[in-house]
T-cell receptor
Framework: GAVVSQHPSWVICKSGTSVKIECRSL??????MFWYRQFPKQSLMLMAT?????????EQGVEKDKFLINHASLTLSTLTVTSAHPEDSSFYIC??????????FGQGTRLTVV | AQSVSQHNHHVILSEAASLELGCNYS??????LFWYVQYPGQHLQLLLK??????LVKGIKGFEAEFIKSKFSFNLRKPSVQWSDTAEYFC????????????FGRGTSLIVHP
C-alpha cells in the first residue's frame, strides 16, 4: 500500500510551548488528510479534515486556534499544537488519501507535555 | 452520521484458538468497511476491506470478514490465532455519498497466549 510518514514519532515538550507534527504522503498525492487523536485504550477520534490548498474542517469541540493545521501541498500536512498543556498529551495520527479511496495511516506521534 | 460499535473490548485467547471480533455500524446507505490492526508500537495497517461484491472478504495473515447487510455487521474472523496476532483491532466505516471520512470503532485489544 501507499506510505504515509509522520514525524516525529515522539516528542516531549514543556507546557506553554508549541509543537509541530508533519505528515507526508511519500508515493502518492494526498488530496485529503485527516488528523486523529487517540487516547489510551480508546478509538481514534477525528480532529480535523484538510484538503490541499484550503482551510481545515474541524470536528466539534476541537479548538482550531490551538490545533493549527496546514495542508500546503499534495504531499504534506502539518499539525501544530500551540501553547501545549499536559492535557494535550496524547497519540496523534495522520491519515492521507487520494480521491474517495481507502485512507493510509502514518505511524503516529506520541506527544508528552511536561 | 454513521457510528461503529465493537462489542469486544478485550479478548484473550490461547494460540490456535479461533477468533471472531464483532463490528456493527449504524448507517442506512451504502458503506465501505475496513478492519485495521495496530501492533504494539506500530502504526495502523489495513487488514482487509469491503467495497462491493462478495460479502466474504479475505485479508492478509489469514484474516477474513463477512459483511452481513441485514445485520449491519462486518465481523472479523481467523480460524487459528498466533501469538503474533496480539494487537489492537479497529473496525472502520466510510459512508458513501457523504464526506467519505472514516469513522472508527473503539477497538478491540487481542492478547494471544503462546
Amino acid at each position: 500500500g501507499a506510505v504515509v510518514s509522520q514525524h516525529p514519532s515522539w516528542v516531549i515538550c514543556k507546557s506553554g510551548t508549541s509543537v509541530k507534527i508533519e505528515c507526508r504522503s511519500l508515493d502518492f498525492q494526498a488530496t485529503t488528510m485527516f488528523w486523529y487523536r487517540q487516547f489510551p485504550k480508546q478509538s481514534l477520534m477525528l480532529m480535523a479534515t484538510s484538503n490541499e490548498g484550503s482551510k481545515a474542517t474541524y470536528e466539534q469541540g476541537v479548538e482550531k486556534d490551538k490545533f493549527l493545521i496546514n495542508h500546503a501541498s499534495l504531499t504534506l500536512s502539518t499539525l501544530t499544537v500551540t501553547s501545549a498543556h499536559p492535557e494535550d498529551s496524547s497519540f496523534y495520527i495522520c491519515s492521507a488519501r487520494t480521491g474517495n479511496t481507502e485512507a493510509f495511516f502514518g505511524q503516529g506521534t506520541r506527544l508528552t507535555v511536561v | 452520521a454513521q457510528s461503529v460499535s465493537q462489542h469486544n473490548h478485550h479478548v484473550i485467547l490461547s494460540e490456535a484458538a479461533s477468533l471472531e471480533l464483532g463490528c456493527n455500524y449504524s448507517y442506512g446507505g451504502t458503506v465501505n468497511l475496513f478492519w485495521y490492526v495496530q501492533y504494539p508500537g506500530q502504526h495502523l495497517q489495513l487488514l482487509l476491506k469491503y467495497f462491493s461484491g462478495d460479502p466474504l472478504v479475505k485479508g492478509i495473515k489469514g484474516f477474513e470478514a463477512e459483511f452481513i447487510k441485514s445485520k449491519f455487521s462486518f465481523n472479523l474472523r481467523k480460524p487459528s490465532v498466533q501469538w503474533s496476532d496480539t494487537a489492537e483491532y479497529f473496525c472502520a466505516v466510510i459512508a458513501s455519498g457523504g464526506s467519505y471520512i472514516p469513522t472508527f470503532g473503539r477497538g478491540t485489544s487481542l492478547i494471544v497466549h503462546p
